[in-house]
């Protein structure tokens, strides 16, 4: 043999051993790569920002009849629908179904509700700015919970009566207040709230807004829990030992999503979402109306009179930076939906706004395939990943679950 | 002699080939911004009209976290420019988006300062911020470079 010959069959084989080492042992990783995957661990997290626009955020007898009000299926026009029915504590506050089903049936999907405190905008679409806020709106859908205000004011008067002056004062005379009022509703509900006088929609309007806060100061309550992802962060923090912590295929799939996956373009910081809206091309569902997400969500957080901003909001000036410098929605807000914290994932499918993918592997075939949006534009690209990449991402993601025993 | 060194060099191209397309890999998964990019927050303006330095009100800057910035808006000679009107705008270049706020002045503080609220960057990564200053000279602008 040549002794050229046996030098380019050493180098050749010395290359594809290297090239299997490189790509089948897990690798140190990257100092740009150890501050990312820093910044995903729940040690991150911030503490809870205040919320300004609830005076009551943060006590405690506020949260206590919150919890109260989130499970009273009174609240509700059959009598069988609280917050609680969609957004099941044991099942990390939603339902497992595509779409809620409170009186009637949603055309979204019910949302997680840990770490929501931390979020400028709530909802899909984020037409809420407050948890307090959107505690309102499922009150009074139709298909949700099926109330109106003036309802909801009749019932705090007939059963908590006594919490509700505690925290906010005496509740004002509903005496001459109709069964149903508001300017939601239809029909003679809502003809019942124009008839009303102004002082009167304030009053109902302050104690339903004063119900979101208390539900709101429950909710605040609700928070992430850690995942064996975060020991893993952690012990990288801290200079030690990995291993062990999560498979190989773990953190294959762990340096995909902080890498080549792109996954941390919308899914980043310690609860994984960037709280803003992103068109992802997904499909929209046969037989549901339109949906334009937050394109058309910004003006109605804009109007809405339980906003930062508004005659409710306990928010002092200089407050309501998100809400002030909001701006107007853009052609790429068309069908832009919130990334939901992609924390326990993987043991809530389906997934989308709409429930629309039933697996968390078809979600990944999505992001990888970057199929093209029904209205607006997508703003993905090809990720060309293969089988095993995609497999291991999938993995990755198992490993933000809350580890065993926590909700 | 001289022939085999060629084939040692084109055999030893093998690795080299490996590791060179393995760097472009990961160069790609991390999409670093451009390697010259200019980080300077003090700096001419485009025409050289003025000079615009930026102070961030958060140090690091966090990505997600709403802050204000102070802008001072000098002549080239160093002097204060007052009472000039400034639009923010910005984005991200390698991802074709804006900001997500639209960032505004919220006080003339003097001395050619300016206090702008509402910045907030919602990813990691290459940031510009587009400053349109209007003063006496005429209109001008500046575009920062931020890396989160």
């Known amino acids: ?407 | 002699m001289s022939n085999l060194i060629t084939r040692r060099r084109l055999l030893w191209s093998v690795p080299v080939a490996l590791l060179a397309v393995g760097g472009i890999a990961v160069a790609k998964m991390m999409q670093p911004p451009p390697a010259d990019l200019d980080l300077s927050l003090a700096k001419p303006t485009e025409q050289g009209l003025y000079t615009a330095s930026v102070e961030p009100g958060l140090s690091p800057i966090t990505v997600g976290t709403m802050h204000g910035w102070v802008v001072q808006i000098t002549t080239p000679d160093g002097r204060p420019v007052d009472q000039a009107s400034i639009t923010v705008d910005g984005g991200m270049p390698q991802h074709g988006h804006g900001l997500p706020t639209e960032p505004d002045v919220s006080a003339d503080l003097g001395a050619g300062r300016y206090q702008v609220d509402g910045m907030k960057f919602n990813m990691p990564g290459w940031w510009v911020v587009n400053l349109s200053v209007d003063g006496p000279a005429g209109p001008d602008t500046v575009t920062f470079n931020l890396v989160l």
């Open chain 1, 1 to 407: 043999m040549r002794t050229s010959t046996v030098i380019v069959a050493a180098l050749v084989i010395g290359s594809a051993a290297a090239a299997w080492w490189t790509l089948a042992k897990p690798q140190p990783w990257t100092e740009e790569e150890t501050r990312l995957v820093q910044s995903l661990g729940l040690a991150s997290l911030p503490p809870l920002p205040a919320d300004p626009s609830n005076a009551v955020a943060v006590d405690p007898d506020a949260a206590s009849l919150g919890k109260a009000l989130f499970f009273d299926t009174r609240l509700s026009a059959n009598n069988k629908v609280a917050c609680g029915t969609c957004h099941l504590p044991d099942r990390q506050f939603q339902d497992d179904l595509p779409r809620a089903k409170g009186v009637g049936e949603t055309a979204r999907r019910t949302m997680p509700i840990a770490g929501t405190a931390y979020s400028p905008w709530v909802f899909w679409d984020g037409r809420k700015d407050s948890q307090w806020a959107q505690a309102l709106g499922p009150l009074e859908s139709a298909v949700e919970h099926g109330t109106d205000r003036a309802y909801i004011a009749h019932l705090i008067e007939a059963h908590y009566a006594d919490q509700y002056a505690a925290l906010f004062g005496p509740l004002p005379t509903l005496d001459a207040v109709p069964d149903h009022a508001s300017p939601n509703g239809l029909g003679a509900v809502l003809e019942d709230w124009l008839a009303l006088d102004e002082s009167q929609k304030d009053a109902i309007n302050r104690v339903f807004a004063d119900v979101g806060k208390a539900i709101a100061a429950y909710e605040r309550t609700i928070t992430p829990q850690p995942s064996r992802f975060d020991a893993y962060v952690d012990h990288l923090a801290a200079g030690e030992d990995t291993s062990g912590i999560l498979s190989d295929q773990e953190e294959d799939g762990l340096r995909l999503f902080v890498g080549k996956g792109e996954c941390t373009k919308c899914h980043n910081g310690p609860l994984l979402t960037d709280n803003f809206f992103h068109n992802t091309g997904v499909t929209a569902v046969p037989g549901l109306p339109g949906d334009l997400g937050r394109s058309v969500a910004v003006e109605q957080v804009l109007a809405d009179p339980f906003n930062c901003l508004g005659p409710y909001s306990d928010a002092g000036p200089g407050d309501c930076a998100e809400l002030r410098y909001l701006g107007q929605a853009g052609h790429e807000m068309i069908r832009a939906y919130k990334p939901p914290s992609l924390r326990g994932v993987a043991s809530r499918p389906p997934y989308m706004h709409a429930g629309q993918i039933a697996t968390l592997g078809e979600v990944l075939v999505h992001y990888n395939t970057a199929p093209a949006a029904p209205d607006g534009h997508s703003e993905l690209a090809p990720l060309n990943l293969n089988p095993t990449e995609l497999a291991a991402l999938e993995a990755f993601l198992g490993a933000l679950d809350p580890i065993e025993g926590q909700p």
